[in-house]
């Protein structure tokens, strides 16, 4: 059986020392003191100045910036909370109808908090959902090989992760054809 990401992570993590000849939290004080605040810079950082693999570099990346789904934001509140924290509130209604959705495809969906947006997982990733601005969710979607129409648009510069998105700004926006859309893209997962 598969190991989800987060079981890949602390195995990474157990292993890190025989691999690397330094703990995880050594890793991080090490990438804190660059000073480095951007996830790409840290990466380059550890792969360039102590030839680290890329997964290891950005596992502590992630670890640095707790922007990983096992990790909480700096003030220990949780990430979900987060996204939708001060002006964007309003959209949290969004996020719940959505949610609700999803746990009806299965039990086999995994819901991954990340620092910016929600991963929605199977056995892969098949949506995103992201507070994008203050008055619009953005649901990325991968559904390759399905044309752009309509609400239903190619996700262009928003999110390489995924292939389409559509741009929610109220609960009556997550209707019969985003039902349609996120069954079509759990199923391809």
Not at 93 to 108: C, F, H, Q, R, S
């Amino acid at each position: 059986m598969a190991q989800s990401p987060e079981e890949m992570a602390n195995t990474m993590i157990a292993n890190m020392k025989e691999k690397t000849g330094k703990t995880l939290e050594q890793w991080i004080t090490i990438a804190r003191k660059t000073g480095a605040a951007k996830h790409g810079e840290i990466v380059k950082f550890l792969k360039a100045d102590f030839g680290m693999t890329h997964g290891f570099a950005n596992l502590v990346a992630h670890k640095t910036l707790r922007s990983d789904a096992g990790s909480s934001a700096s003030d220990g509140v949780n990430l979900v909370t987060d996204q939708y924290a001060g002006a964007k509130a309003d959209l949290k209604p969004i996020y719940d109808a959505l949610v609700k959705l999803i746990n009806e495809m299965g039990k086999d969906v995994e819901l991954s908090p990340k620092k910016a947006y929600v991963s929605v997982r199977r056995s892969k990733q098949f949506a995103i959902i992201q507070p994008s601005t203050k008055t619009r969710v953005d649901l990325g979607l991968n559904m390759k090989g399905t044309k752009p129409d309509g609400r239903l648009e190619a996700s262009g510069s928003f999110n390489a992760m995924v292939s389409h998105r559509v741009r929610l700004e109220t609960t009556s926006d997550v209707d019969k054809d985003v039902k349609a859309w996120l069954k079509d893209a759990y199923e391809r997962a």
